[in-house]
């Protein structure tokens, strides 16, 4: 534990917009004694092989997740959900490095009741794929085409949402068909949105 991780020595290497963000954000995390990895290309922090928080950067700002931040108190709201559809994790946005300074016992203290949660096994209660709206131009795409509707319901759970969530998005009519029509065939391969 506390021991920097090679691989993310090299990531470091590389950062250049939020290069000195990531150092603090590491140094803090590390003083937690949580195990450095390098996951999913980021920085990635485990107890006992158990997720706990990771890295990332975006164009406006970097940022800390949690992957089971919505389990976190947040006494001082400032976990954000990315986006409606994430159902577990949260962040906690940065744009320089005095913001992250001027947290440090905060940051610590979720990081903390973050590994407790983990410790006690507690679980973010996931919404089903049946929990989603399907929109109508799928849905009726489904309808017509049992091939489909079979195959659709033969994806992970997760590659169903992600076809249900970009379907959605879309917010006419003529555009949600024809995302439908564009990765029907997909579908039929057994193949998720990103594959």
Not at 4 to 16: A, I, S, Y
Not at 49 to 64: R, S
Not at 118 to 125: D, P
């Amino acid at each position: 534990m506390n021991t920097k991780n090679p691989k993310v020595d090299v990531f470091l290497g590389k950062t250049q917009k939020w290069d000195k963000e990531f150092k603090k954000l590491r140094t803090i995390i590390l003083e937690c004694r949580l195990t450095e990895e390098y996951k999913w290309m980021h920085p990635c922090y485990t107890y006992q092989g158990k997720n706990i928080v990771l890295i990332h950067g975006f164009k406006e700002y970097c940022a800390i997740l949690f992957f089971k931040g919505a389990l976190l108190k947040d006494t001082k709201g400032i976990l954000i959900q990315q986006t409606k559809n994430v159902q577990a994790a949260r962040q906690i946005r940065f744009t320089n490095v005095r913001e992250i300074v001027k947290i440090k016992s905060i940051l610590k203290r979720y990081i903390y009741e973050a590994i407790e949660v983990e410790k006690t096994g507690l679980k973010v209660k996931m919404k089903k794929t049946s929990d989603f709206k399907i929109p109508v131009e799928f849905q009726n795409k489904l309808d017509k085409t049992p091939a489909l509707k079979t195959a659709f319901y033969a994806l992970t759970p997760g590659r169903q949402r992600a076809y249900i969530f970009y379907f959605s998005q879309a917010k006419q009519s003529k555009t949600r068909e024809s995302r439908v029509k564009k990765y029907s065939q997909q579908i039929l391969n057994g193949k998720g949105l990103n594959d």
